[in-house]
């Protein structure tokens, strides 16, 4: 018995107490955030498996459910613990709530267990489906029932060094930095409250939340955000965020929270927002309360669906995640003064890089990881990166999501492809950049992989659309040139960025899935093909693009890309037969721009070298 | 008073003794075809209009709804009616569904009355759902209530010359035509029903039912289908389709009930279908009845509701659909001769044209209409046209769905842009194909709009693709070179093709709608970008594409599109620096094959024209 086992059986220990049949755990908190603080890492604590999944214990098994992406990982760092791998996104797969039903068949009673914080609505209700397709009856007392137990923290009794919830500094940011007064907000918001009929609503979304308050933090990392819930009414504004008293050193905070007072907002205790929810609606202090389904948990849904009497629940999609999506003039003035600077500091970084590995100066992954973080830590304003930096080469890029170890990462070397994908926050923005340079010389399946994949940024970038067209359909923009070769990549063509808040938000988004959100003007979106050969190399090319009008004629309104992110492409490797007239003008009026807009403000060496990288090509 | 105003106020007549505040009337048949027989023209009959539309009539209000392809139409054809126009598929459209509950917004009690043959069941519900969103309850008595009565041919009593259901010759395909025997296709579908637990199920769309008994007929204009019913059960096949005693001139249709009746098809009256249907619902004869939710009409689905005992019925997408759009070895193959007879007398047609013109003889657009049609009935085993043809010179090929007047069609002179989309039913299969032809001398704008719009042809056809990508995903890529310069066209790209069937078919279709059925292999499908200026010119290039497999490597499973069509894009007028060197090589290929292919069968003269048409450019 190692470590890990010996907490598997900690937790059946508690079980068997319970009378459950099953616990899940998961990797979410309770706001359903992409990425979540340690505190709500428990599959890692009690198996030892660090990456991402949802954990399943019975009492006579133990499964980890994890992705293509992990499969290594979690085979290693499970191994001696007893815990099963459970592979999803292959063909074979089978997901929890197919799996649940399934093991327990020949069950009288199945009582399943699961922390309703760390579940959205919608997990559970898959669950329950599931239970219901194979023919069990809910909380019923037949032959075959089910019941699913709302347990949240029941890990706490054992996990005796669990994290507290994340308690770092609020920051307000200005009308100046941000466009909108949090009053212009709740303004707007209340507005679109009384057009729907509803005199309450409740924001579960960190970012969403940062957004309306104009606050930031760093409760997670890489996300500005703080943990807390938002409740408004027609007359009142709560904010559940205080989770004990403010540090004497957190002036901040301290001085946040009593500008947000003075605009009316009421600064509650983190904890109590349960308590005040149930209170309210069961008193009938609201008739009809707003929630957002993509990120309300499962104990608050609960809570409130079994306290409410009269008053309404309507479960649908916050209109804040559209209207943060589309930036206003001020925040679109400083994503391109982020990225802006964040050019600057890329520039310096690939001479660096070109130089080092051309003089022969020892290099590996981890140290380019850390010279370009230190590039942007110059920048006033910076708060840290957007994502945790992937510093790739070799064969260590065709890994989509590769980890740059700390110790032992690959050694450089003058040939082949190094991809580098990072991001910086700023106060005024957000960036999100990928370059692969070729650091010597290349092969020719290198060689074309990197013009087909460039060919078809530049397809995407370069498309003038109708307004109003889902990004479903333009997706394939960027696909093309590397289809007709049969190559493909697994991952989205972009995502939307945030400013000065996550990387990743929606609700636009070029994937292969249906995604019907039309670009609008304002949207702030990457544009990321690559292609990934396991064993050799690995390609992309990433720029953040921002949606704008390119006007009206007798066919309809246009829309098109206009380039934020500057960093010249690099032309050395690029095999131009593969471009057409109309990609090689795109390549070098972008290189052309790249360079008179930041050879002024870089050191001379470093601008030279620039003037020679932007050359015109074709 | 006109004839048709008389028309209304005789069906107000009606109204007032049934006590009806409105009724509806549309174009449809019972089968929910896409086009329908002169018996469901009663909107023509009623008004006056002959175009595609809907008809209200209230005792103070009448109005046709129909799209901006026949705005002109309909208010040239309704003048003198007192109906008015509602247009649709305009920003400040409000349908039927929407107009009823505010035109009746005083009422208490509002009834509104339909036929329900000539409805689908979804189109009820939407009615009655904008009923009950408007506050009114169904079926009661309260302040606001509202009843949809069925009226199943309340018309007849004053439509005293309404044509009857049609009955054209029914032939049956040979297994060497169609690969699969009616056998094989009923144990094919009974083994999908078994799979699924229904023991009846009812096909109601006429193509699928033709595909199913391998028939076909001439019921409905330019589609071979016979208007019919078939209702399958685990141990028999009823077919609903005798509409009265076989004419003695008729054997095929004989001959043809004589072979499916040996083939365990059991031939019943048409008429008797609701009957049958009532009878095996209310009696308990089958326990779970499939229903095709796109086809059934709301007459039979009320009568059964009405009528089920312990009978579930269950409204789905039918399987027939998908199978037949994906055709077998034989189909193809059959395919691939229509097209090749149908190229060899297209390129007769455009030796003719060109001739014609440059010799001054006088040709108008019904006459070249009249010559393609000539031309194709030379062929054995021609049945005729798969649509009506659009014949059309200079700003009249601007009208995507332009009707050649028979008389007083446009002169063709020697210069500018002549459009033909024309297609043929052949015992073998279906075409669809547009040409536009340059007759001489061009603008420099009819030069640029033709080539982008074959730059957007080829584009797709000669696209690469994963297998399983949603049809949604590439229609822009017809798009793409268009968008570039700020066109579009508002039709889809293109829509999958019958064999020997109807030439618009599904599931699959390349639209701006988010259709997620992927292209697959044997599917046969449009490919027919356009741009349509006003009072100028319109520019349509359309091929039909096989789907074929093109292999499998480390990125997955790849698709391609094979052309069908047989006939030379001209490049008279060609912009050759608008296209890259692999759209110039795709169509110096496909020119170069169409001459190969079709010269040996061509008179000499026409097959020197051709290869003179044929050359390579570029």
């Not at 613990?81 to 592979?87: I, N, T």
Request: proline share 5%.
């Amino acid at each position: 018995m190692n470590l890990f086992s010996e907490r598997v059986e900690a937790v059946r220990r508690i079980m068997r107490r319970q009378g459950w049949d099953a616990v899940i755990l998961t990797g979410t908190d309770p706001h359903s955030s992409e990425y979540s603080a340690p505190r709500w890492h428990p599959v890692g604590w009690v198996t030892g498996y660090t990456g991402e999944g949802d954990l399943v214990i019975t009492l006579d098994h133990a499964g980890v459910w994890t992705d293509t992406r992990y499969f290594i990982q979690a085979e290693r760092e499970l191994h001696g613990s007893g815990v099963e791998l459970h592979k999803t996104r292959v063909p074979e797969q089978i997901l929890i709530p197919e799996w649940l039903p399934g093991h327990f068949s020949s069950f009288e009673n199945v009582v399943v267990a699961l922390d309703g914080q760390s579940q959205s609505v919608s997990s559970v209700l898959d669950i329950r489906n599931a239970f219901l397709a194979q023919g069990f009856e809910e909380n019923g007392k037949g032959s075959r029932a089910f019941t699913i137990a709302n347990a949240s923290n029941f890990l706490d009794e054992i996990w005796l060094d669990r994290p507290p919830v994340p308690q770092t500094p609020v920051i307000t940011l200005g009308t100046e930095q941000v466009g909108w007064s949090r009053k212009q907000k709740i303004d707007w918001l209340r507005k679109w409250m009384q057009e729907r009929g509803h005199d309450a609503l409740l924001l579960t979304a960190l970012d969403q939340i940062a957004w309306m308050l104009n606050v930031r933090g760093q409760d997670v990392q890489y996300n500005p955000v703080v943990i807390s819930y938002l409740l408004m009414t027609l007359d009142s504004v709560q904010w559940f965020v205080r989770k004990g008293p403010i540090p004497a050193e957190d002036s901040e905070t301290e001085d946040s929270f009593y500008e947000l007072t003075a605009d009316g907002v009421n600064i509650q205790d983190y904890d109590e927002v349960k308590s005040a929810l149930v209170g309210m609606v069961r008193d009938d202090e609201v008739s009809r309360l707003f929630l957002d389904s993509a990120s309300l948990n499962y104990d608050l849904y609960r809570a409130l669906s079994d306290h409410a009497s009269h008053a309404e629940l309507e479960l649908g999609k916050s209109p804040v995640i559209l209207r943060k999506a589309v930036k206003n003039e001020v925040e679109i003035a400083g994503m391109r003064e982020a990225h802006f600077e964040d050019g600057v500091a890329m520039e310096k970084f690939l001479y660096w890089l070109e130089m080092s590995v051309r003089n022969g100066d020892a290099v590996n992954e981890y140290e380019a990881a850390r010279k370009i973080h230190a590039l942007r830590a110059e920048i006033p304003g910076f708060r840290g990166e957007s994502f945790e930096t992937i510093s790739a080469y070799g064969p260590n890029a065709a890994l989509p999501h590769y980890v740059t170890p700390v110790e032992g990462s690959a050694e450089l070397y003058p040939k082949g492809l190094y991809l580098c994908d990072s991001g910086g926050q700023y106060l005024f923005g957000t960036t999100d950049i990928t370059r692969t340079i070729p650091l010597g010389p290349c092969t020719p399946l290198e060689k074309e992989d990197y013009t087909l994949v460039l060919k078809g940024h530049i397809g995407l970038a370069k498309t003038v659309f109708p307004k109003g067209t889902a990004c479903c359909r333009i997706d394939a923009l960027a696909r093309v040139p590397l289809w007709n070769s049969m190559r493909d990549f697994g991952h989205g063509t972009g995502h939307g960025v945030g400013f000065y808040l996550n990387v990743h938000e929606g609700p636009q988004g070029l994937r292969q899935d249906l995604n019907h959100q039309p670009l609008m003007p304002g949207m702030t979106t990457t544009n990321e093909p690559g292609i990934y050969r396991e064993g050799q190399h690995g390609v992309r090319h990433e720029n953040v693009y921002l949606t704008v009008d390119a006007g009206r004629n007798d066919f309809g309104s246009w829309l098109r890309s206009e380039p934020l992110t500057l960093c010249h492409f690099d032309t050395g490797i690029l095999v131009p037969d593969l471009l057409d007239r109309d990609e090689i003008n795109w390549l070098n009026q972008y290189n052309a721009r790249v360079f008179e807009t930041l050879a002024p403000h870089l050191p001379a060496e470093v601008a030279d070298w620039l003037r020679d990288k932007t050359r015109p090509v074709g």
